[in-house]
């Protein structure tokens, strides 16, 4: 197990160096240029000129790039160009928001599209399976704009139950915390749970049609003991893969259901920062986001050797 760690983690290291040349050079092709946006309306040829030499903008990009990367590896992403706030304090603002409302919205879609999943597949051709694959199309078919609107319609308006926007830290108000961010992560977790439910009821199948399962049935088994310990055991891969890829998504930056909600997270901030030229602002959280990605494959592919015995070899 050690050294299979050791392993993937020795091949991430080439992974995010792609990773970060890949990021750095598109960045290159945005439009417009970020000294002339923090010159303002003046633009005067002597302020234009400090700008550059301060964030080294007339420097060759592999020398900026050079710079770029000293700074990450010490653990600085430099400084926004539009506001002069270190960008590392601007994803330590908005990222524990996004991981917060990502992980609640993963925490819904897994208590809801597994077992449905699961129901669908045991109960193959009843009412509970027609009803689950109609849970599952309702899922994916409904936007995720409208979906908020109508929630907040129903329990903001209508019934007073919960805020109808705003973010409240879990550090000064738990429970307004959890109020103010249960309908965006339902809203983000009702489509993952739809897709989920549909994987889960493949990989379930599939499973069930399998011979140690039907050796297991056969030495008298409880049903409840042969679909938890041994089908649901041996359907996990593919849903595993699904939830990793799933909360990268989320972490991303949900940007439409924040903006919905007025929720200050990673999605936000990196709209603002495209729509500003804000090179720094955008590669740092860029940069992050890719390297969650890689996290989570790796977590995933740690959860395949726990799950699965015969990945262990």
Do not use: C
């Not at 700074?71 to 330590?92: C, H, M, Q, T, W």
């Not at 992560?185 to 049609?209: C, D, K, P, Y």
């Not at 649901?232 to 259901?257: D, F, H, K, Q, Y």
Request: proline content about 5%.
């Amino acid at each position: 197990m050690l050294n299979f760690l050791v392993r993937r983690i020795v091949q991430l290291i080439p992974t995010l160096f792609f990773v970060s040349v890949l990021i750095f050079s598109l960045q290159q092709l945005l439009p417009g240029d970020p000294a002339l946006v923090m010159a303002g309306e003046e633009r005067d040829p002597d302020v234009i000129a400090q700008i550059r030499q301060q964030y080294r903008l007339d420097q060759p990009v592999p020398v900026q790039y050079v710079y770029w990367v000293k700074g990450v590896l010490s653990g600085d992403f430099g400084e926004s160009l539009r506001n002069k706030v270190p960008v590392r304090e601007l994803i330590a603002q908005k990222l524990p928001v996004t991981m917060q409302l990502a992980s609640m919205a993963i925490i819904i879609a897994f208590l809801i599209g597994i077992p449905a999943g699961i129901v669908s597949a045991v109960k193959k051709g009843t009412a509970w399976d027609y009803g689950a694959n109609f849970f599952a199309l309702w899922g994916i078919s409904t936007p995720n704009f409208w979906l908020g609107i109508m929630l907040i319609f129903l329990f903001s308006i209508e019934l007073g139950w919960l805020p109808a926007s705003g973010y409240v830290p879990p550090t000064e108000n738990f429970r307004a915390s959890i109020a103010s961010t249960i309908m965006p992560a339902f809203v983000l977790g009702n489509a993952i749970a739809a897709i989920l439910m549909r994987h889960t009821r493949s990989a379930m199948l599939q499973v069930l049609e399998s011979d140690y399962v039907r050796t297991a049935r056969a030495k008298g088994l409880s049903e409840r003991s042969v679909i938890l310990k041994h089908a649901m055991r041996n359907a996990l891969t593919p849903i595993i893969t699904l939830g990793a890829l799933e909360l990268g998504t989320l972490l991303s930056g949900a940007v439409l259901t924040e903006q919905i909600f007025s929720i200050p997270g990673f999605g936000k901030l990196i709209v603002d920062a495209v729509f500003n030229r804000d090179y720094a602002v955008v590669q740092g959280v860029v940069l992050t986001t890719a390297t969650i990605y890689i996290t989570l494959n790796l977590i995933a592919d740690i959860a395949y050797v726990l799950v699965n015995p015969r990945l262990r070899a």
